[in-house]
């Protein structure tokens, strides 16, 4: 979710060897015989009497039938047969020991996986506690139709009939995204003066923050470069320009956006000064939070995309800012029940080690896509609300700065604003 492309896209979430063969006997001699009883002589198969036959068969061996004395057995042994090939056994044996090593790989692999989606089904399992409804510190993404002069009067109207009833507080509207040496044009945003005077018009009470977002040069050579001192500080005076627009708050969503990244920290400081200044709100879109330890550290060794944060850095981020809503969503979850108890765990997680004086939104998806990290019949929003209101029935359920974050307003149906109302609004 780092920028917004397109109106009507979403922004940018792998035979053996026969047996061994015994070595052939040596053949024994041939035990004496007493001579056969006299019989009648019959024909053999060439028709001659059997006399005839071995007459025959000893003048082809060159045996002198006039020369009784000449003993068969006498003669020199037949050649031995042909020694055996040589035997396969090791290489079956070695294919054997490689089938024994990827089977027990694939249990190293699939058993936590299996374990972990049982651990998630069962949080998924369970009644949320009474009460755990909106707080009236919802939010909302808006895309980039809004300050380009595309949205007018009516849409505004419109706007205010759908959020009527509902909990929204803030809405984010996408007025970037950021160059990556951190200015900002003001022709990203021309319409930005008559949009904050038509909500304040139509939805007393509602605040409008500028959604600013760019690609960080993390995982590849183009994008925003955070640990540039230069970077950081045209930043500060990008916030320091929509603020003088009639922006309520700054919203950063800054991605891929690495755990325990100083310089991102050293950013938030110097933004959280200039808000207050302003009285002015500073909000930014997280990621999600290792859901086994260190995980991060294992998915980006084997993908070079570590994805999650620490629940460390988490805090420390929640601790530099006044809100911050966790992207829950991009799960790689298949099914609706490991979704929504991933959710739950999420909302756990995040939970302790917010502070009290920060606004913890979860993320909703108001999207629908299928690829890879996303299946829209397991992200739904139904599930997204019973997780969230799990986690928070088990974790704090009387916190009062919680809300959820609806993403995004040009890709909503009639069917994720029916799940908000009827799951969180209640």
Do not use: C
């Amino acid at each position: 979710m780092t920028t917004e492309p397109a109106p009507e896209s979403r922004p940018a979430p792998e035979s053996g060897a026969g047996p061994e063969s015994a070595p052939a006997p040596e053949p024994a001699a041939a035990p004496e015989s007493a001579p056969a009883p006299a019989r009648a002589a019959e024909p053999g198969p060439s028709g001659a009497t059997p006399d005839e036959d071995a007459a025959t068969q000893e003048a082809a061996s060159g045996q002198d039938p006039a020369v009784p004395d000449q003993d068969p057995a006498a003669a020199p042994p037949a050649a031995a047969p042909p020694a055996a090939a040589a035997p396969h056994g090791p290489r079956r044996r070695r294919r054997r020991r490689l089938r024994w090593a990827a089977g027990a790989l694939a249990l190293v692999v699939l058993l936590p996986l299996l374990a972990a989606g049982v651990a998630l089904r069962v949080n998924y399992a369970g009644d949320p506690a009474d009460g755990t409804y909106t707080r009236g510190r919802d939010a909302l993404w808006l895309g980039h139709a809004w300050v380009d002069g595309r949205k007018d009067d009516a849409d505004v109207a419109a706007l205010a009939r759908q959020l009527d009833g509902t909990g929204i507080r803030d809405l984010y509207v996408h007025s970037g995204p950021l160059e990556h040496d951190g200015t900002l044009p003001e022709s990203a945003y021309p319409k930005a003066a008559w949009l904050i005077a038509a909500v304040h018009r139509e939805l007393p009470g509602v605040r409008v923050q500028a959604w600013l977002g760019d690609v960080l040069a993390t995982e590849s050579p183009d994008g925003l470069r955070l640990e540039r001192p230069q970077t950081r500080t045209a930043v500060v005076r990008s916030t320091r320009q929509i603020l003088a627009a009639g922006f309520e708050g700054a919203h950063f969503d800054l991605e891929p956006l690495h755990s325990g990244d100083r310089d991102y920290l050293a950013l938030l400081d110097d933004l959280h000064r200039l808000t207050r200044e302003h009285d002015a709100l500073l909000s930014v879109a997280a990621h999600q939070i290792d859901p086994l330890p260190s995980f991060h550290s294992v998915f980006g060794a084997v993908t070079g995309h570590p994805k999650w944060w620490s629940q460390e850095f988490f805090g420390q981020v929640a601790r530099r800012v006044d809100q911050i809503a966790v992207m829950s969503y991009d799960t790689m979850q298949p099914l609706q029940s490991l979704y929504g108890g991933y959710v739950a765990q999420q909302t756990s997680l995040a939970l302790e080690v917010t502070p009290e004086s920060t606004d913890l939104l979860m993320g909703l998806p108001f999207f629908s896509e299928n690829r890879f990290g996303h299946w829209a019949h397991a992200e739904t929003v139904p599930a997204a609300v019973r997780g969230v209101r799990l986690g928070l029935s088990r974790t704090a359920p009387d916190r009062p700065r919680f809300g959820v974050a609806l993403y995004v307003d040009f890709a909503a149906t009639e069917e994720d604003w029916r799940g908000y109302r009827e799951g969180w609004v209640g």
